[in-house]
């Protein structure tokens, strides 16, 4: 299985690769994230240049798409041509959402009807689409995620490693990279954010 993690110019790098990195721990079991670009290379808000390793017509193939947040995304929403380049299946894909990345959800019609996490800054602009954002790290109904705060990037990448492989694929992730002396106690903490936010979930198998 296959996961882009969409990742415009000016993004934020603890939300584009804590997710990636996390799921890249399953490689051996079959997913694999790979970071997915507009552009051959983009430079992130704290002028990282990366390469990307797909480019976004790759989202048609993907069975997970993560769209990751960054000081530019109000501007990527703006752009007619780019989102048409975002092809997207709730019915069919896993489709999660990092802070601002929610905005690209509501353009494209994906929280209608649902409520989002985001980050605080981005919080005004995501309920000036309609969408009610919740006082939460994590939130998910049916195949569709949205987490809020840079950190919270790890119950996206958990969620996705959950939904596709179990939970105890999940625990074997979150307790290696967790810290030491802390791995049980982040475990229980990964595992109860992202139950607590799940509505409806179902296995993607």
Known sequence: MQVAVVTFDGFNELDSFIAAALVNRCRDRGLEAFITTPTPAVTSRNG?????????????????????????????????????????????????????????????????????????????????????VLDAPFHSEGNIATAGGCMASQYLGAWVISRTLGDEA???VIDYTAPVGEKQETV??????????????????
Not at 189 to 205: D, I, K, S
């Open 48 to 132: 990282v240049e990366v390469t990307g390793q797909r480019p976004l017509e790759f989202l048609a193939e993907a069975d997970v798409v993560l769209v990751g947040s960054g000081v530019r995304t109000r501007d990527v929403v703006a752009d007619d041509r780019l989102v048409s380049r975002l092809s997207l299946d709730p019915g069919r894909q896993l489709i999660g959402a990092q802070c601002s990345g929610a905005l690209v959800l509501a353009r494209l019609g994906l929280l209608d009807g649902r409520p989002a996490c985001t980050d605080t800054a981005s919080r005004p602009f995501v309920e000036a689409c309609g969408v009610t």
């Open 170 to 172: 999940m625990r074997e």
């Open 188 to 205: 229980d903490r990964v595992l109860r954010a992202v139950r607590a936010g799940e509505t409806a979930p179902a296995a993607l198998r």
